[in-house]
């Protein structure tokens, strides 16, 4: 049996860094395999686990909800006290 290249080439944004010895900084778009159906088109994948603007503004966005959600409930919790040291004050 004859040896074939791979057809495909790496999806993930980490490996596709690795195989052309890339850094962080560098633009992996500009790197992933493609491949050519005919003269005109050429296909490439959808790159995963891609750090993008947006995927960093949802993810300080979640943060940010979290963080809403603790202070909210410390200061629940503050009136809940106080409410039943006046209720334990009444008895």
């Keep these: 049996d004859d040896q074939r290249p791979?057809?495909?080439g790496p999806k993930r944004a980490s490996n596709i860094r690795?195989?052309?010895n890339?850094?962080?900084k560098d633009d992996v778009r500009n790197f992933v395999v493609r491949?050519?159906?005919?003269e005109k088109?050429?296909?490439a994948p959808k790159i995963q686990r891609l750090v993008t603007p947006a995927m960093?503004?949802?993810k300080r966005y979640f943060r940010s909800q979290t963080r809403q959600k603790m202070v909210l409930g410390k200061k629940l919790k503050e009136e809940y006290t106080k409410r039943l040291?006046?209720?334990r004050q009444e008895q």
């Design 56 to 58: 960093l503004q949802r």
């Design 35 to 38: 491949r050519e159906l005919n």
């Design 6 to 8: 791979r057809r495909l």
């Design 41 to 43: 088109k050429k296909k």
């Design 22 to 24: 890339l850094e962080k």
């Design 85 to 87: 040291s006046e209720y």
């Design 18 to 20: 690795k195989l052309f």
